[in-house]
């Protein structure tokens, strides 16, 4: 079960690794990690999560060992995050209550429709309800990062991303490093999308040119990278960005408005509620009689 989803977090580490420690041959002299800050958006900001949950696990320990040599592993400079997701329940209220600002269904991710059609890998063999794993790892703190209790230690977290249907997923990885002391800078921009920032004008619904919000977000991440990776201080706290442009501070402790106990109730809750996916207009049930 664990190997079907931990492909590109296993990649991610690698890449880390062979950033620090160039084995021979590499193009490239090793790179300080006080220099590294790490860059996600929608699913990779996920990856981004579960990565830095590696890495504060992996920064105990001494030494691992890498290319033959015992080598530390140690924290980046900083982490950013654009249109974070990573609850994969998709248990939390944002995603029904901000449906009318977003691009997804609200009844979930295509791939568990009745009528998605089938490939030679989806449904996969045995069925399973997600892409990424069976519904008994849905909660897992690598698969969905949002629900992992400690990021006590992290380097500096910046948050950008709309009113969207994932947005109480990044808000509770933020709020929780915020209650552990962790420095924490969270931006909302009031009726964008998911990814808004990054969308063109060949998407119908996008006149990006006209959207400042698009240039302010970008111009906050690129500053906000370049701060982490000169040693700076970022500026911890969260804020609402208003469609005229106003701006109010929020409590970046408090963004969901549930605890940390709550939400993973609901998670444990939604989690039970997943089906396997057997294919188009195949119900479960039909698939057990078969």
């Not at 999560?49 to 320990?61: D, E, G, I, R």
Request: a negative charge.
């Amino acid at each position: 079960m664990f190997m079907r989803w931990r492909a590109a977090l296993t990649d991610a580490v690698l890449a880390y690794l062979s950033l620090l420690y160039p084995p021979p041959g590499s193009y490239h002299d090793p790179v300080s990690a006080s220099s590294v800050v790490f860059a996600g958006d929608s699913a990779g900001a996920t990856l981004s999560l579960a990565l830095l949950q590696v890495l504060l696990c992996k920064s105990a320990q001494r030494t691992i060992r890498f290319h033959g040599r015992s080598v530390k592993l140690p924290l980046p400079a900083g982490v950013t995050f654009l249109s974070a997701g990573g609850e994969n329940t998709l248990c939390l209220p944002s995603w029904r209550t901000n449906a009318k600002y977003d691009i997804f269904n609200s009844d979930g991710w295509s791939y568990t429709r009745s009528d998605f059609p089938t490939c030679e890998i989806w449904p996969t063999n045995p069925p399973r309800c997600h892409v990424l794993c069976d519904a008994d790892m849905l909660c897992h703190p690598l698969v969905s990062p949002a629900l992992a209790k400690s990021w006590r230690g992290s380097p500096p977290m910046w948050f950008a991303g709309g009113q969207e249907m994932l947005g109480d997923s990044a808000k509770a990885a933020a709020e929780q490093a915020a209650r552990q002391g962790v420095c924490v800078r969270f931006e909302e921009y009031e009726q964008m999308p998911h990814d808004f920032p990054i969308m063109t004008e060949k998407w119908p619904w996008a006149q990006t040119e006209d959207w400042w919000q698009s240039k302010r977000c970008m111009s906050e991440w690129a500053r906000s990278c370049v701060v982490m990776a000169e040693g700076k201080e970022l500026e911890n706290g969260a804020i609402f960005v208003r469609l005229d442009q106003t701006v109010e501070s929020v409590d970046v402790a408090n963004l969901t408005g549930l605890s940390s106990e709550q939400i993973a109730e609901k998670a444990r809750e939604a989690q039970k509620k997943f089906k396997p996916w057997y294919g188009t207009n195949v119900s479960p049930e039909k698939a057990e009689v078969q």
